[in-house]
Nanobody, 132 residues
Framework: QVQVVESGGGLVQPGESLRLSCVVS?????????LGWFRQAPGKEREAVSC????????YYSNSVKGRFTVSRDNVKNTVYLQMISLKVEDTAVYYC????????????????????????WGQGTQVTVSS
């Protein structure tokens, strides 16, 4: 079925940038899909970072990353990216890419948050460590 493969994590210093990649495949029954980035820091719950609809491009960003993280896509490579700039120590976490066939109404992620329960397919996670 749906497959999610993510990569790009690593060790960076505060203020530096990093780009995560996520290759998603297997959406054969519905060309529309929802994609998301989540992260989980040690001892904390997994939280939503960004979610978006492939149908209309509406995108949600959590308050903690808004203005610093940006989602983009390369349709030819079937890859979604999470560009992270001005990284902070508190951004340290395992980052997960997630996908789910289907979408909400147009503009949904421009106006609302996202829930990990909406996603059925997950990548293995990639470690991002921000430390000086």
């Amino acid at each position: 079925q749906v497959q999610v493969v993510e990569s790009g994590g690593g060790l960076v210093q505060p203020g530096e940038s990093l780009r995560l990649s996520c290759v998603v495949s297997g959406f054969t029954s519905d060309p529309r899909h929802t994609l998301g980035w989540f992260r989980q820091a040690p001892g904390k719950e997994r939280e939503a970072v960004s979610c978006f609809s492939s149908s209309d491009g509406s995108t949600y960003y959590s308050n903690s990353v808004k203005g610093r993280f940006t989602v983009s896509r390369d349709n030819v490579k079937n890859t979604v990216y999470l560009q992270m700039i001005s990284l902070k120590v508190e951004d340290t976490a395992v980052y997960y890419c997630a996908a789910e066939p289907g979408v909400y109404s147009d503009g949904y992620y421009d106006n609302y948050g996202c829930d990990e329960a909406d996603f059925g397919s997950w990548g293995q996670g990639t470690q991002v460590t921000v430390s000086s």
